[in-house]
């Protein structure tokens, strides 16, 4: 447990002129940043995601129409309001900090409770050290997160091909990253795709244990979400975990960013 610290890399990438890819990277403390062996993968898995965009039309579209049939749109891009909104309901939470991350831009899924985003969980019972259970560990922490009555449902898929999310495992990665999540999103800031990994293994051959593993998902499920880092340690959404479960100022966070229409509030 001792070494499960993390340090975040985060690129925003563009992709096809509409369409936005964010990378995040759960870094282990142990070994310095080596942005040398990041890029190869950054590209490598933007690109996966760009096809995916290309191919899966219907999830774009889907974004499209949700911002577009919002009898409130014109409401929803009064940055005003919105501001007010955010100071009314941000004591307590980090989406300050998430703000300052983003370039004070917001992102997040739209109302997926009709039709729920599609998950497809991996299973490598190939790789040293795979347990089973994790697969039902990373289920449950995207219901975690969904218990909080944000607008959004989760479906487990078996079927990776029309997934809109998928999880997948190494052993680990070349680079000192515990765990890896890319999100695309449209012109106006909904996500509509995304990508998560999760290592079994530091970079350096070290069995992360089934907490760890648990506590690894929750932090990228809440990037998948739309999160960003917070200085605050006893968050699971701290750049270096330490905790195993969601605090109260990330439900509170999640809570709040859901309750917003996304973009910037510039
Ligand atoms: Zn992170």
């Known amino acids: ?137 990373v289920r449950n922490a995207f219901d975690q997160w969904t218990s909080l009555g944000i607008p959004v449902r989760f479906t487990f898929v078996r079927d990776s091909t029309d997934a809109d999310v998928h999880v997948s495992w190494i052993d680990h990665f070349d680079s000192p990253i515990s765990g890896k999540t890319i999100w695309a999103r449209d012109g106006k800031w909904w996500i509509v795709t995304g990508n998560i990994t999760l290592a079994l293994h530091h970079n350096e051959g070290e069995l992360l244990d089934a907490k760890a593993v648990h506590a690894i998902a929750l932090h990228e499920v809440g990037h998948l979400l739309g999160l960003d880092h917070t200085a605050d340690t006893a968050n699971i959404m701290t750049a270096r975990v330490r905790v195993r479960d969601l605090s109260e100022a990330d439900r509170a966070t999640m809570k709040l960013l859901y309750s917003l229409p996304p973009g910037s509030v510039k």
């Open 1 to 137: 447990m001792k070494r499960t610290d993390l340090i975040p890399v985060l690129l925003l990438l563009p992709v096809l002129g509409f369409v936005a890819v964010q990378v995040v990277e759960t870094r282990t403390i142990t070994a310095p940043a080596q942005a040398g062996f990041v890029a190869p993968a950054v590209r490598s898995h933007a690109k996966r995601v760009a096809r995916n965009e290309v191919e899966n039309t219907g999830t774009v579209v889907d974004g499209n129409a949700v911002a577009a049939n919002a009898t409130d749109a014109a409401a929803a891009r009064d940055v005003g309001d919105i501001r007010r909104r955010i100071v009314l309901g941000e004591t307590g939470t980090y989406i300050g900090e998430i703000l300052s991350e983003r370039d004070s831009a917001l992102a997040r899924w739209p109302d997926r409770m009709v039709q729920p985003v599609r998950v497809w969980v991996g299973s490598s019972p190939a790789i040293p050290g795979w347990d089973p259970t994790y697969p039902e560990s």
